[in-house]
């Protein structure tokens, strides 16, 4: 029977790696971004439906909800994001719109319209998130860690009501620590930790997701950062992630 796979944020990092890898499952993918060439190249490589959109535009997201209505995938993959260095007050304000707009809005209305889409049916929803979304606060990145919270909270919210009721959708937030792509030089970040690479972050994530597992937290370092982390005072490790988020700028 055919697979059928919806990625958000394809042309580009996690998102392209993630197309990689279901490609090689046997999945047929509907691949979008916004980079048109980028987009079109791999969906080439990978013979598979593509669309450009910006999902910083409400319209735009309006058109993917309709994509992902018509596609009807067993998996869909909201991975799409972006962030930004720097201090709240100091920020771009159209910048801090489009990280609320793409990693938050965008990422429920889609998550809300894959509900409706796969009602009924085993399937599931991968949300990518940020092991930023499992700490208590992210100093001089304060709106990208806040946004990333947001969708983990969301992912276990919705989880739990497919639970109760009795749902074949398993719903997964992905939580990687750093993995090398294209993310830190667009957000800023000028000394960057050394990540992990986006194929074994894919492979984990699908691994994870096809487990159904709530939280995908790929890479031993990162799994107990966040185990450690629980530990302390949120007060004092706040303070810790402001000390290594000014080395990043
Ligand atoms: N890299 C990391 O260290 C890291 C760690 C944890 C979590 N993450 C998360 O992983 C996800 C993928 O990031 P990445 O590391 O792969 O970075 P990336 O290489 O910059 O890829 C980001 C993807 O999101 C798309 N995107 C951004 N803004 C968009 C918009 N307005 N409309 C449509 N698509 C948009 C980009 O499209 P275009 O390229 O076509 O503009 C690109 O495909 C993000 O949600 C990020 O927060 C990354």
Redesign the pocket.
């Known amino acids: 029977m055919e697979k059928k796979a919806f990625i ?9 790696a993630l197309a990689e890898e279901l490609a090689a499952r046997g999945y047929t993918l509907f691949l ?4 048109e060439t ?2 079109a190249a791999l969906a080439g490589k990978l013979s598979c439906r593509w669309r ?5 535009r409400e319209a ?1 997201v309006y058109c993917l909800e309709e994509e992902l209505r018509a596609f009807q995938p067993d998996l869909l993959i909201n ?5 930004s260095l720097g201090d709240l007050d100091r920020m771009d304000p159209g910048k801090m719109d ?1 990280i609320v707009r ?2 938050c809005m ?1 990422l429920t209305h889609l998550l809300r319209t894959g509900l409706q889409v796969m009602q009924g049916r085993r399937a599931y929803i991968l949300n ?5 979304g499992l700490l208590p606060a992210g100093p001089h990145m304060a709106v ?1 860690y806040a946004s ?1 919270s947001y969708v983990t909270s969301l992912t276990l919210a919705v989880r739990q009501e497919m639970r109760e009721r009795g749902s074949g959708i398993s719903i997964s937030a992905l ?10 030089e ?1 957000s800023g970040v000028r000394n960057a930790l050394r ?1 992990m690479d ?1 194929a074994a972050v894919a492979r984990a994530a699908v691994r994870g997701l096809f487990r159904g597992k709530p939280l995908i937290i790929p890479g031993l370092a990162v799994r107990a950062s966040v185990f450690l982390g629980r530990l302390l005072p949120r007060g004092i490790y706040a303070a810790l992630i402001s000390r290594q988020q000014q080395k990043k700028g």
């Open positions: 958000t944020g394809a042309s580009s990092g996690i998102g392209a979008t971004g916004r980079n980028r987009l450009a959109l910006d999902l910083n735009d991975n799409a994001g972006l962030g489009e793409v990693n965008a990518v998130a940020s092991v930023a990208y990333k939580c990687p620590g750093p993995v090398r792509t294209r993310f830190d667009r990540g986006a």
